[in-house]
């Protein structure tokens, strides 16, 4: 039996996933989330092989799920399942660790046959999305993506220093580098367009 946790902050889409996969011969699904870290404490106990994972949730987003349980060396494989149908999250969920990436409106056989291949050390990827990646690179550095985040929140340029611990004038430098790669009129309109395609 392949053994699946699912972490998913809407109940009702929760239970309907879990139902799906429980209908199949050879998967069980062992642990249901609601949040990210509850999902984390519960692939630390239970060790299951798949866990099936959105990406916007309490706590803890998927992203930062996938990446923490990479970084503890758990065995279990992650495959998120979004609405995201953006290459740039697809990229950072790749770079977190993720071993599938797949939509929520994706023919229902397609998840169950998702967690066989991933929990047999293939990749799952939804394809169109898989093509795209590779033409939409994220242009921005580690660095900008942060300071553009925090400044996509309103925060003021002293604010953003002090969070990051950073100059003031570095903190400019790096919106105004975000800005001039992604095109953009100003901060708000950089942070827009790095959020629409899913390098936030």
Known sequence: MIRVLIAEDQSMVRGALAALLELEPDISVVGQASNGREALELVEQLQPDVVVTDIEMPEMSG???ATEIARASIPSRVIVLTTFA???YLRRALDAGARGY????SPAEQLADAVRNVHLGARAIDPELATEAWDDRDPLSDRERRVLRLAGE??????IAARLSLSEGTVRNYLSDAIMKLNAANRTDAARIARERGWL
């Open 63 to 65: 992203l930062e799920l």
């Open 86 to 88: 953006r290459s740039g």
């Open 102 to 105: 797949l939509l929520k409106d």
């Open 154 to 159: 309103g925060l003021p340029t002293a604010a």
